[in-house]
């Protein structure tokens, strides 16, 4: 075995942070004490959970990149690169800081499929040897953050050139210089909220697990996603990283990984906290069979979430989506938002556009739209870079290189119609596009529907789940902002911007873009799955920025227990479900309960504003005012009915977390309660939930399936089961993520208040319900 410590990566000009308070974050409705001052203690234990106070305060007077000198870095790196290195040094399995390199070399692939390096997938005794690592290693840490918060610093600082000439020599990305500078600012964001997660577990009131994690690292965008968010802000609350190569685009994760381990072991680390794992697929598969308890981060389609979820339940998977454009008229300025929007970085972006709703447009509107988009080789993109271009198609060359785009065997939409200049497919129909859309990943495709039914499209979006939506009305003021409006309130979607179907102008008011979110100054990002089919994909949806580990935490039972008394501990004004949570049977679930409602205080208390390149709005919303409901199964008996000597329902240790969220606020009427028991229906009855204006039914277990049938019953927004106590006790945020959307909402222009003013008032906001039980 050789060691690791031989790297390809040579030491670039540093880049200087640079300290910055451009970024305001403004509450409409409130003050919050600064970070230092005396605060109550049910404050602290949230601060990691969206919408919290304390969550806010983790933004603002972040630190700014020297975008000049990140260009400059990454250029000097690719002048110097030489492809061979690739070859002679290849990928393999890095296992306590030794590199396992007894099998047999094959070819690696860039993201057109061309050669461009080696790789050793371990042999079956190395796969062993993985094996018996990574469920027998306990890590020695529990707190790595000065040693990871250097390391983090001299990564952006010294190889930035190094992280972004590698992700475009691997991935071909026309930008990797903005994805630096926006992580710059962004782990800020998210090391506040690991230092309160931390500061939490040292009460001890939450547990971080620190089974060794799975990190599938995605193509496009893994300098931010993998190294930053899911390997060093794990590794700096002490969790073990296993990083698993890929059947593409491996290289420039893998030599992440050799550059980090570097500098963790010269910092007296044990190599043991990173692994990389060169293996097959079913050896891949091997290591999540084999280790149940261990989390695994993902970006990936939908298809491949679901794949891994089916086989590992503890899958933390970000999904794409179809995102979608609307404009209530086509212009030529909607017509270039359109182009940039589809072909940013060569349809290689997650929030590239997929779909546009432009009423009226013609297949020659879409030749002329994408006449000047330009094209270029692999061998141009450093110029690409130099010139700070984000956007265009790539053709690379090689003799096997397959224009066409795939199509769903059972897509009734019509045939694409490709371009005649360019490498641009699409098609038209006045009606939206079928479900389940091929991204057709770094091939531009675009369906456009000519015709504008907003209650029809919500209810596509809705169905589809897109990760952005980008709406252009006539003049982005108040009198055209209906149809704005009427979309955000009918869906459930994580980015939505708001922007002119003209030009700047004087109103300074751009048309909007799919492609536009900085999470950071409060433009908060997801790539959830759609909503009632989420737990096909993923255990909790991701939501940027948040603390990475504490989607493997949990609460301290221990903890949970002191709070179980709800008179004592529940918050002023929300004291009327105190007897409901006295009726809950475990005093862990009864704990769980005050926490989830004093923090639904404090979360469901409308939108937070946020002021930076653009206008913002964000936090907890309702789910879709659609009319749909979400329906909770309760399954569970009771006491009774389980031959129980105690009063106590122990169906409510299932149901009640689940249904005080919805209970305490304006989404009381949004939730319907399906039982099988006529004893449950009679205590909720007794409970006063059913003359609070919940429907509550009483039907077998065959009536309520074939009520909810996705394809032949009713329509639901979410269906849920309930057919257990709950026995693990996830952090607040990620918990009412499960059943509720979140996300934020913007204006194109900078500081606009006439768009806080009206959308603030938008009854789609998440907000506490002014009447009692």
């Given at each position: 075995m050789a060691s690791y410590r031989r790297l390809a990566y040579p030491l670039t000009r540093r880049m200087r942070i640079i300290p910055s308070r451009t970024t305001t974050m403004v509450s409409s409705h409130r003050f919050f004490p600064a970070v230092g001052s005396t605060t109550p203690t049910h404050q602290s234990k949230r601060r990691y959970n969206f919408g919290s106070q304390r969550y806010e305060k983790c933004f603002g007077d972040l630190p700014a990149a020297d975008v000049d000198a990140l260009r400059e870095q990454a250029l000097a790196y690719l002048k110097d690169f030489k492809p061979q290195t690739w070859y002679d040094e290849p990928v393999t399995t890095i296992l306590r800081g030794e590199k396992l390199s007894s099998g047999t070399p094959s070819t690696t692939v860039d993201a057109f499929n061309r050669p461009n390096g080696r790789i050793i997938h371990s042999t079956s005794s190395e796969t062993q040897s993985l094996l018996s690592h990574v469920r027998s290693y306990e890590s020695p840490y529990t707190d790595l953050r000065p040693e990871m918060r250097e390391i983090e610093a001299t990564l952006l600082e010294k190889y930035a050139g190094f992280l972004i000439g590698n992700q475009m020599t691997d991935f071909w990305k026309f930008d990797g210089v903005t994805e630096l500078e926006e992580s710059t600012m962004a782990n800020e964001v998210e090391r506040r909220m690991n230092d309160a997660l931390l500061e939490d577990e040292t009460a001890p009131k939450i547990r971080i697990k620190r089974t060794p994690a799975f990190v599938g690292c995605v193509s496009n965008f893994s300098n931010f996603l993998d190294l930053f968010r899911k390997t060093i802000r794990n590794l700096e609350c002490g969790v073990p990283i296993v990083i698993l190569s890929r059947s593409n685009t491996t290289q420039h994760s893998y030599r992440w990984t050799e550059l980090l381990l570097d500098q963790m072991t010269s910092r007296g680390i044990d190599a043991g906290m990173l692994t990389y794992a060169s293996c097959r697929l079913d050896d891949v598969k091997q290591l999540l069979r084999h280790n149940p308890d261990s989390p695994m981060y993902v970006t990936c389609s939908r298809a491949i979430a679901a794949a891994i979820k089916k086989g590992h339940d503890r899958c933390v998977a970000s999904t794409g989506g179809p995102n979608t454009l609307v404009a209530t008229e086509y212009t030529p300025d909607i017509a270039a938002a359109v182009a940039l929007s589809a072909t940013i970085e060569s349809s290689g972006q997650c929030t590239a556009l997929r779909h546009a709703v432009l009423p009226g447009v013609t297949d020659e509107n879409l030749e002329d739209m994408f006449d000047g988009v330009e094209s270029l080789t692999t061998d141009g993109m450093p110029a690409a870079l130099e010139a700070g271009k984000f956007s265009g198609i790539i053709l690379p060359r090689c003799a096997d290189y397959d224009e066409s785009i795939e199509e769903e065997e059972d897509d009734d939409g019509g045939e694409y119609t490709k371009h005649s200049r360019s490498n641009v497919w699409y098609r038209t129909n006045a009606s939206l596009p079928p479900d389940d859309m091929n991204e057709n990943w770094r091939k531009v495709a675009v369906d456009v529907t000519t015709t504008l039914d907003v209650p029809e499209l919500s209810r596509w979006l809705v169905r589809n789940q897109p990760i952005s939506l980008a709406i252009n009305v006539a003049t982005a003021a108040p009198d055209d902002w209906d149809t704005a409006k009427q979309l955000f309130e009918q869906t459930?979607?994580?980015?939505?911007?708001?922007?002119?179907?003209?030009?700047?102008?004087?109103?300074?008011?751009?048309?909007?873009?799919?492609?536009?979110?900085?999470?950071?100054?409060?433009?908060?990002?997801?790539?959830?799955?759609?909503?009632?089919?989420?737990?096909?994909?993923t255990q909790f949806p991701v939501v940027v920025p948040s603390s990475t580990p504490s989607y493997d935490t949990c609460y301290d039972e221990s903890f949970l227990e002191t709070r179980c008394r709800p008179a004592e501990h529940l918050r002023p004004g929300v004291g009327y479900v105190a007897s409901l949570i006295d009726a809950v049977r475990s005093p862990a679930v009864k704990g769980y309960c005050v926490e989830l409602v004093n923090y639904i205080t404090e979360a469901a208390s409308g939108p937070n504003r946020a002021s930076g390149a653009r206008t913002t709005l964000w936090g907890w919303q309702r789910p879709p005012l659609n009319g749909t409901t979400t329906v909770l199964r309760c399954d569970c008996r009771t006491g009774e009915e389980e031959g129980s000597s105690s009063s106590s329902s122990s169906y409510l240790d299932g149901l009640l977390p689940v249904l005080l969220p919805f209970l305490l606020t304006n989404a009381r009427s949004q939730v319907e309660i399906s039982v099988a028991s006529e004893k449950v229906l009679s205590e909720l009855k007794r409970h006063g939930i059913i003359d609070c204006g919940v429907k509550v039914s009483l039907e077998s277990s065959e009536m309520f399936f074939n009520r909810t049938d996705d394809k032949t019953g009713e329509e639901f927004y979410n269906v849920v089961t309930l057919d257990s106590a709950m026995t693990e006790f996830p952090m607040l945020g990620q918990f009412l993520s499960l059943y509720f959307p979140l996300g934020h909402i913007k204006s194109t222009k900078a500081n606009h208040e006439e768009f806080w003013e009206y959308f603030e008032k938008s009854d789609k906001w998440l907000r506490m319900n002014e009447n009692e039980l």
């Open positions: 459930g979607l994580v980015v939505y911007t708001v922007g002119s179907t003209s030009g700047a102008g004087d109103t300074g008011i751009e048309p909007s873009l799919t492609c536009q979110a900085r999470p950071q100054e409060g433009e908060i990002f997801g790539e959830f799955p759609v909503r009632r089919e989420l737990d096909r994909f």
